[in-house]
């Protein structure tokens, strides 16, 4: 069995193009240190492999195997001709493998890649001092510190916030010119924000929401890092814009979840009730509204810039906000993932091929961590060990 054969036959290397982790990368970066003779061979099958945009669920494992076999045959022979053949010629061989691509039934995008308009963004969530507590920086630099780890703020009343029942805060806003305020919310807390025309933001752990204290009369526009569920008070006159850098959801009236982290390779948007539009910024040549229906999620590839959409229970996106985790057929490496930003605390796998495990079924974190990882040992097999406060390994 020779290389190629021995990376197709290994369950991880599919999944490390697929489904990146840093446990999978730490596997192949350790693997790779071992083998050094066949570094070449797997980054070169790799790049192939991430040459043709499309989605894993679009073919089967034969299809997979095939078009494998096909990028070994021309890397073999490209490896032959090295001296011989010059770098257009490289890209035409590698095109033949495209058109193969679309006879088995996949999907290649051909895109331009624009200036991402994100410089306006990045200003409204820079954050001027780190923290690791609930903070609202209002926009004359001043820092409020929330305290409670389930924060509550209401901009209802004009010029004034109320935050966690009762603490006030009296400010003036110009309706043509707003202020920008922004929430922090660390790993290890949540919070509830009543925006100042009625629409309540549930802000998950890790999160950041920039939004004027009054919105401007023309749009209603709010930035979010992280992820956040959004009940949308209708108004047709006043859309409803949530930007996340690399893509902008619009609404009038709704209720949606989005999960935006800077470190997830994917933008969630699920829809629970109306509609929504989502537009990618600088997504090419043939880029084109998506137009969500109610059970529908969006995952925007953020290195392809590429939307696909599947039909969704969204109860099981949204039960965070009531305190719940909800998951169907998902790998545990995902729910890990929550349980991180929720409890702020970190995993490590003594076997990467754990975090691939595929696990059902609904956690209620109000009944404390130690219940949590109980349900996840028995569902998932595994065990969790304690290192220390912040830090566990599962075996």
């Excluded at 043509?176 to 998950?204: A, E, F, K």
């Excluded at 939307?307 to 985790?325: F, H």
Aim: aromatic share 10%.
């Amino acid at each position: 069995m020779n290389i190629y054969e021995r990376l197709i036959e290994n369950p991880l290397f599919f999944k490390w193009i697929y489904h990146p982790s840093p446990e999978l990368e730490d596997y192949w970066e350790r693997y790779i240190q071992l083998n050094p003779d066949e570094a070449r061979f797997i980054t070169d099958f790799k790049k192939q492999f991430e040459l043709l945009r499309y989605e894993e669920s679009t073919l089967s494992e034969l299809e997979k195997r095939s078009l494998a076999q096909q990028i070994v045959q021309k890397l073999d022979a490209a490896d032959r001709e090295k001296k011989k053949i010059g770098l257009l010629k490289s890209i035409l061989q590698y095109a033949a493998i495209a058109i193969l691509f679309f006879s088995i039934g996949g999907l290649l995008v051909y895109q331009l890649m624009l200036p991402e308009k994100t410089n306006y963004f990045a200003q409204q969530t820079a954050i001027p001092t780190l923290t690791n507590k609930p903070v609202l920086i209002l926009n004359n630099k001043d820092q409020i510190d929330l305290k409670d780890k389930e924060s509550v703020l209401d901009y209802s009343r004009k010029d004034t916030i109320v935050f966690n029942g009762g603490h006030v805060i009296n400010t003036q806003a110009d309706d043509n010119n707003p202020v920008m305020n922004q929430l922090i919310i660390p790993y290890g807390s949540h919070s509830r924000i009543r925006l100042s025309d009625g629409t309540i933001v549930w802000l998950n752990a890790g999160s950041r929401l920039v939004y004027p204290s009054r919105f401007a009369k023309k749009t209603r526009e709010v930035y979010l890092i992280g992820e956040a569920f959004f009940h949308v008070h209708k108004d047709p006159e006043q859309p409803f814009i949530v930007k996340t850098g690399m893509q902008e959801i619009k609404v009038l009236g709704t209720k949606f979840n989005v999960s935006a982290y800077p470190e997830d390779n994917v933008i969630q948007t699920v829809l629970a009730e109306g509609s929504v539009s989502l537009h990618a910024n600088g997504s090419g040549l043939f880029a084109s509204d998506v137009k969500l229906k109610p059970n529908q999620k969006a995952s925007f590839d953020k290195s392809t810039k590429e939307t696909k959409i599947v039909t969704v229970v969204a109860g099981n996106y949204t039960s965070w906000t009531e305190g719940l985790l909800s998951f169907q057929n998902t790998d545990l490496s995902r729910v890990i993932k929550k349980l991180e930003r929720y409890y702020n605390i970190c995993f490590k796998y003594d076997d990467p091929l754990k975090s691939t495990i595929e696990i059902s079924g609904k956690l209620d974190l109000s009944q404390g961590r130690d219940d949590s990882f109980k349900y996840l040992e028995q569902a998932a097999g595994v065990k969790f060990v304690k290192l220390n406060d912040q830090n566990y390994e599962i075996k």
